[in-house]
């Protein structure tokens, strides 16, 4: 006889089904949840933990940086600060599983859009900033400084970071400003510790200002400008606090209110773009530009950085070629050092070198001030007037004939160079401040371009002197003609022949020793500055500085009056700026062209 299947007890249907229950509910922890790797996040930056299923079991969240734990089935979470941390996953005091996350700084240009035209930024506010600021306060004085700073967006937040005192800026990420197409304006960006608290912060500082701050139900707040002008949007997101401000409108016409300005019309800017574009963003951002890649190895690091690659306009390729620009700013102490290299699509200036300048070659000696232009002529004229047969140069031209001007014919009568120097005259800048009880620059300015053709050049000449109304003398001296006259008070001569068009204005040059002053240039700021080729300028108040306290003896003005007046106006200058001196090169090289530059403080 065949056996029967033997029947179930009576309790295993119910002991089946309570292990059943228990697999799914809310409360079961025999299901570890996966926490995945090891692995680098960006402080900010919000990271998924455990199911999105409403209905998986919940666990308790610890995230290792004192905030409060979460229990759910899933979560998003932040850091707010680089570190090393602990996630675990727990039920009760059981831990289930747990993974360590390093957290590093949210590098700035991550947080600006991959189609930024232009970025201006300091990639880390602790060891640079402090100096910015200092660096800056001294060059403009600490009044003009701070009130500047205050105004500029997102600024006085991160002044006041650096008291010492509790604050929600991250000093270790960074700050910047962009611009970006779509928007009319600029945006500044902050890295912050904690963005509630920081879009807080901002707002009261927005309305310490005047300005009118609405804030809105997501955290976004509308700021209406206590000028007037267009309003602006502060926002956060992923630990970046932005400021988008709308370019200024245009001043009011007669009959126009500022409130009517205010208000918002069509063709106003749209701040809420910055903000659609600022949270889709999923990538990089700017920080991988191919073209930012490729400068960053042509410039020396620095404490602050300046990246620009703007449209071209289309059919302005051939008279624009320049693909974008990367500069650093490095500030040490009482020196700030520009490195910079402008990129091209073709070699400037033809690849051509423009001619040395004459001028510099045999100048008196000690200027306080000097610039250089060596152009080739062509590429002079594409600069002005843009390549041949360009609409921009066509219509230069034609406005220049209405002028009655042959603006073709005297661009060919010019060689490429141009110089200008500038001497300090101590004697006659004290005989006219003890006389008149007012100091007022006295000294000389030379201007000298070279030429290859005379007749268009004396034809501008003498039109423009003719169209100004100003009494002048003129008189020919061989092949030289030379033009005399008085502007403000002071002498002015302008002398024309085959070779070169010389202009002196002021006191006359005399007893100073003579040279290449081109030579000694080069010499102090190295390279091939103020040489053939090169764009290059020079402002040397040390200089002032030295001639005004070199005064010995000034005809007609007693040793004591000279003493007490050199201490006074050294003491003026002094209180204006402590500036000794700048220095900006620009030239030609492979692949674009290289700039550079220097601005020096006095010692304190």
């Known amino acids: ?35 995945g790797p090891e ?47 602990t996630v675990r996953a727990l039920d009760g005091e059981k831990e289930l599983a747990r993974v360590v996350l390093t957290v590093v700084p949210r590098p700035v240009l991550r947080a600006v859009p991959e189609d930024a035209q232009t970025v201006l930024w300091v990639p880390r506010l602790r060891g640079n900033v402090e100096g910015l600021v200092d660096f800056y306060a001294r ?87 206590v000028d007037g002008g267009h309003a602006m949007l502060l926002f956060a997101d992923r630990g970046y606090v932005y400021l988008a401000v709308p370019d200024s409108p245009d001043a009011p016409e007669p009959g126009e209110t500022v409130k009517a300005l205010a208000v918002e019309s069509p063709g106003s800017p749209d701040v809420n773009v910055v903000r659609r574009r600022v949270e889709a963003l999923s990538g990089p951002g700017v920080s991988e530009n191919a073209l930012l890649g490729e400068l960053r190895g042509k410039v020396r690091d620095g404490s602050v950085f300046l990246f620009s690659a703007p449209p071209v306009p289309e059919g302005e390729q051939d008279d624009m070629p320049v693909r974008g620009f990367f500069g650093a700013l490095a500030v040490q102490a009482d020196q700030a050092e520009l490195d910079g290299f402008l990129s091209s699509s073709r070699p400037l200036l033809g690849a051509t070198r423009g001619p040395a300048s004459a001028l510099l070659g045999r100048a008196a000696a000690g200027p306080v001030a000097a610039a250089q232009l060596s152009v080739p002529p062509e590429e002079l004229a594409r600069l002005v007037f843009g390549s041949p047969g360009s609409p921009r140069r066509q219509r230069t031209l034609e406005r220049w004939r209405t002028q009655g001007l042959d603006a073709e014919a005297l661009l060919k009568a010019l ?97 100073r020793e003579r040279g290449d002053v081109g030579a000694t240039l080069r010499t102090r700021f190295g390279g091939e500055a103020f040489g053939p080729g090169h764009l290059s300028l020079m402002v040397d108040l040390g200089r002032l500085r030295a001639d005004l306290a070199g005064a010995r003896s000034v005809p007609g003005v007693g040793q004591g009056q000279l003493l007490a007046s050199q201490v006074f106006v050294g003491a003026l200058l002094e209180r204006l700026t402590p500036l000794e001196y700048g220095f900006l090169d620009f030239a030609p090289t492979e692949g674009g062209g290289r700039l550079r530059g220097r601005v020096v403080l006095r010692e304190r």
């Not at 119910?14 to 809310?26: E, K, Q, S």
């Not at 201007?447 to 034809?459: D, F, H, K, N, R």
């Open 139 to 225: 060059a403009i004085g600490s009044g003009n400084a701070r009130r500047s700073l205050e105004e500029a967006p997102l600024v006085p937040l991160l002044l006041r970071s650096l008291s010492g005192g509790p604050t929600v800026v991250d000093p270790e990420e960074g700050f910047g400003f962009f611009l970006m197409p779509g928007f009319d304006g600029v945006v500044a960006l902050l890295g912050v510790t904690d963005m509630r608290a920081a879009l807080e912060a901002v707002s009261r500082e927005l309305r310490s200002a005047g300005h009118r701050v609405l804030p809105r139900e997501d955290g976004s707040a509308r700021v209406e400008p």
């Open 39 to 85: 692995r680098t996040l960006e402080a900010g930056v919000p990271e998924s933990f455990g199911s999105q299923n409403e209905k998986a079991p919940s666990v308790t969240w610890d995230f290792g940086d004192g905030t409060p734990p979460r229990t759910a089935p899933g979560v998003r979470h932040a850091w707010a600060t680089e570190g090393r941390y």
């Open 415 to 511: 060689r490429g160079d141009v110089a200008m120097l500038v001497y300090f005259d101590a004697a006659a800048f004290f005989q006219g401040f003890i006389r008149d009880q007012r100091p007022a620059p006295k000294g000389t300015v030379v201007m000298e371009a070279g030429l290859t053709s005379l007749p268009p050049v004396l034809q501008l000449v003498q039109k423009q002197l003719q169209d100004n109304g100003l009494v002048f003398q003129k008189e020919t001296q061989g092949d030289t003609t030379r033009f005399r006259t008085r502007l403000l008070e002071q002498p002015v001569s302008l002398s024309l022949s085959p070779e070169r068009a010389t202009l002196e204005a002021g006191e006359v040059l005399a007893g």
């Open 1 to 35: 006889m065949a056996s029967r299947p033997r029947a179930l007890p009576s309790c295993l249907p119910l002991l089946l089904l309570t292990v059943a229950v228990g697999l799914v509910a809310p409360g079961c922890r025999s299901v570890r949840p996966d926490l």
